[in-house]
């Protein structure tokens, strides 16, 4: 679709919505900006403009239009958790400037890397390592580790074509899949999951801290890390079984790298000091955003990161502008009434409905709905709020539901080629046909499932979230 389509589209879209009549109990402006809100939605998933640019047209119109105050329409750029975001990019940058990122995915495969299911756990080790540290999936899965996956493919001869399923196809699932999972695991792994901790808090008054997520993703993620590799070993078998060699290209590859420089040893000093920060929030009292800044302060002060670096990366700039903006228009759907008078009407026609069946069907539905999404965010914005505020009415337990929920906006990535930066990337090698990149998707949804809301909810009721 071209781009005057696609804005005629969107525009109809807007329109559309905006020309019904406001329903009864509900504020005019409320209606309006979800005419707004779904026509930047719809934007999103057309993609006329890249995502931060239809973020600033829809504020701009819901300003023009008298919905929101100029304001109101700029007020969720003050966000804590989206700055938190922000400077979880810079340290992810910081590992990509060092090397200190390949350098541990190195130093796994020289310890443990003789065998293809080892070399598959050595990929979700250190994913899950490097995870907390950057909050675009692409950008660990794609920049650190794809180059790394490539690399063996190519060491053992599998290519695309007649050798892919010599250890190619199973790399490349692997990694993918379980980029998926470390993305679930931790608030600053994936770009949407702060503004699922944002959504939850205006929607609900649900409050997930940064420990809090990672505390009740720990068990179920742990467990999926333990079964993807080898689950997908069985599902998607490689013909090459042993790998001596890989160790010798991980010798290789530290021996040209040398010792830890001085800039590797303050990003991993930095690193370290922010998770034990992050994760004893509860007990310093420090917001997780003000340690965030005091680490990235640091990496300006050691010059690991120069004021340069920090203005070329255009990853942090981009997310603020669209986070702030779709934040923004989400919140106020939430303060103008529309979220809370949307859970009411919902709610009614559930009537008899016990919370369980209803919150079970609103997991499989907001999972299987990705599907239709090619983003994330996009998932996460349109939906989020609104399967929050549904759930929670019918009785559901809130942490319950918006744990759930936040770790299936992750989760669900893996269905497709096409559900989230990392899956173009690998699906794009060509180590795999669409046939079998969707089947093995599908199986591993459903495994993940199993695990995360089930397994999941026990632990979460454990810890005494619901």
Not at 2 to 23: D, R
Request: charged share 10%.
């Amino acid at each position: 679709m071209n781009k005057i389509k696609a804005f005629v589209a969107i525009f109809i879209i807007g329109a559309a919505i905006w020309l019904i009549p406001v329903p009864a109990g509900l504020k005019p402006q409320a209606w309006q900006l979800l005419a707004i809100f779904v026509a930047t939605i719809a934007g999103i998933i057309m993609q006329p403009l890249p995502m931060g640019a239809m973020a600033i047209i829809g504020i701009t119109v819901a300003a023009m239009t008298n919905t929101l105050t100029v304001p109101q329409a700029l007020s969720a750029f003050a966000d804590a958790t989206i700055w938190l975001i922000v400077c979880a990019f810079l340290f992810a940058r910081s590992f990509i400037k060092t090397g200190l990122g390949s350098r541990i995915a190195y130093l796994l495969m020289r310890a443990i890397g003789d065998s293809t299911l080892k070399l598959g756990y050595v990929l979700a080790i250190s994913d899950l390592i490097l995870a907390p540290a950057t909050p675009s999936n692409t950008a660990r899965g794609g920049g650190v580790l794809y180059p790394i996956v490539r690399s063996l493919c190519s060491a053992f001869d599998s290519e695309p074509g007649p050798t892919a399923r010599r250890i190619g196809g199973y790399l490349m699932t692997t990694q993918f899949q379980v980029n998926v999972i470390t993305s679930a695991m931790f608030m600053t792994a994936m770009a949407a999951n702060p503004l699922v901790a944002v959504l939850a808090k205006k929607t609900a008054n649900i409050d997930i801290s940064w420990g809090t997520w990672a505390l009740a993703a720990s068990v179920p993620g742990l467990i999926a890390l333990a079964l993807t590799p080898y689950l997908l070993y069985k599902l998607y078998p490689p013909e090459l079984q042993h790998t001596p060699e890989a160790k010798q290209l991980a010798a290789r590859e530290l021996e040209k790298r040398g010792s830890l420089s001085k800039a590797e040893k303050v990003v991993l000093g930095v690193f370290i000091a922010a998770l034990l920060l992050w994760s004893t929030s509860s007990f310093t009292k420090l917001n997780a955003t003000l340690v965030a800044l005091m680490g990235v302060c640091v990496l300006l002060i050691t010059e690991v990161l120069t004021w340069q670096d920090i203005l070329d990366d255009k990853g942090p700039w981009d997310t603020l502008i669209w986070m702030g903006g779709l934040v923004g228009m989400a919140s106020f759907l939430n303060s103008l009434g529309f979220i809370p008078w949307f859970a009411k009407t919902v709610s009614a026609n559930l009537a008899g409905v016990s919370w369980i069946p209803a919150l079970t069907t609103l997991y499989v539905v907001y999972m299987y709905a990705h599907y239709g999404f090619a983003s994330l965010t996009a998932h996460v914005t349109a939906m989020y709020p609104a399967f929050l505020a549904v759930a929670v009415s019918t009785g559901a337990p809130p942490y319950l539901t918006a744990l759930g929920l936040g770790f299936i906006s992750n989760l669900c990535g893996g269905l497709t080629h096409y559900s989230t930066g990392t899956a173009p990337i690998y699906f794009g090698a060509g180590y795999v046909d669409q046939k079998a990149w969707w089947r093995l998707g599908f199986m591993a949804s459903v495994v993940n499932m199993i695990i995360w809301i089930g397994i999941g909810g026990m632990w979460w009721k454990v810890l005494g979230l619901w």
